[in-house]
């Protein structure tokens, strides 16, 4: 499953709206063995959290789709990213995640492959 972003105000307001033109493609999976696989590999999942299961609320019965894969169109400035964090890196191994899971399927998903030819 794929969500499209389109971030359209900023909560505090800030003057400099021009970093509200991102916008995001995450891919997320309904198959809970596929879910458990991406936390256990994901440096920021559970076992880094030390929780177990974190994707699952039991006390509120929800269950969180974790993102396995992200495309990102005009983030710039620091309001996406935070340079002093793995957050680049991160969104990098998200996005080969992304492409790697189009191709294997032989999909071509029209908002990432603009995304992939529109960089800014």
């Known amino acids: ?11 505090p307001y800030q003057r400099n709206v021009k970093d509200l033109s991102a916008c995001f493609l995450t891919y997320h999976t309904i198959s809970s063995a ?25 006390k509120a019965n929800t ?8 495309a990102a169109n005009k983030i710039q400035g620091s309001l996406w990213t935070n340079p002093r ?14 492409d790697s899971w189009l191709k294997q399927l032989g999909v071509q998903h029209h908002d990432f492959n603009y995304f992939i030819t529109h960089p800014m």
């Open 63 to 70: 269950v969180s789709l974790s993102p396995f894969g992200l």
């Open 34 to 58: 596929f879910q458990d696989h991406v936390l256990e590999t994901m440096t920021y999942g559970s076992a880094a959290s030390g929780k177990q299961n974190d994707h699952l609320d039991k």
């Open 85 to 98: 964090t793995g957050d680049h890196k991160r969104m990098v191994s998200l996005f080969s995640a992304a």
């Open 1 to 11: 499953m794929s969500v499209a972003w389109y971030p359209i105000y900023h909560i």
